[in-house]
Structure formats: C-alpha cells, structure tokens
Nanobody, 124 residues
Framework: QVQLVESGGGLVQAGGSLRLSCAAS??????MGWFRQAPGKEREFVAA????????YYGDSVKGRFIISRDNASNTAYLQMNSLKPEDTAVYYC???????????????????WGQGTQVTVSS
C-alpha cells in the first residue's frame, strides 16, 4: 500500500526556517513534489524533483528561498524553507507521481498520490 507521510510543519516567525519531510512507502516514484494551499486560495505548486536526475523545479514565489532535495535510499523528499514570509502560511502537501510522461511536474495532474498535508504558519 502506497503511503506518503509528511512531517516538519509548525509555527515560525517571519525570516525563520523550517524543513518538511515526505517519506514514501510502497513503491518508488519518478517525481516527488510539494504543493500548498492557503485558506480561500487554489492549490499552488511549490517545488518538484524527479528521481532520475538532479533537475529541480520551483514556483516563482519561492525561488531563491526554498530548496527541494531527495534521498533515494530512504525514498524521502525534503523541502527546506528559508526566509519564510507570512504569505507562505498554508497547508503543504507532498505529492508523488510515476507516469504521465510529458506532463509538467508543476501540474497536479503529474501526481497520483498525495500526503495528508502539514500546516505551516509564519507569524509576522
């Protein structure tokens, strides 16, 4: 049974840092990503990383502040979030995808499995 378990969310002051983790079990995925959703807003792409190479993708609002990485041995993806801003407050979702060739990793349709979400709150 495929499972994505997220951890690392919490409350932090503006300018601070948090690291999110997403441990995948049950199978390997070709692409792992992070999305977020704030109250009253649509789900937003944050970052993605394919397993096969070291390419990374970032949403415009987090470029230069967030870093996505992976550990193939433990089938875990990480999201290091630095210089956090109040507008980064949201529920962050881990996503994992295996197929959908030709679909951009920035799109939700790339992913077949989703985590339960972890709350990140940035106070001003």
């Amino acid at each position: 049974q495929v499972q994505l378990v997220e951890s690392g969310g919490g409350l932090v002051q503006a300018g601070g840092s948090l690291r999110l983790s997403c441990a995948a079990s049950g199978r390997m995925f070709t692409t792992m990503g992070w999305f977020r959703q704030a109250p009253g807003k649509e789900r937003e792409f944050v970052a993605a990383i394919p397993w096969r190479n070291w390419s990374t993708y970032y949403g415009d609002s987090v470029k230069g502040r967030f870093i996505i990485s992976r550990d193939n041995a433990s089938n875990t993806a990480y999201l290091q979030m630095n210089s956090l801003k109040p507008e980064d407050t949201a529920v962050y979702y881990c996503a994992a995808g295996g197929g959908a060739a030709g679909v951009s990793p920035t799109l939700p349709s790339k992913y077949t499995h989703w985590g339960q979400g972890t709350q990140v709150t940035v106070s001003s």
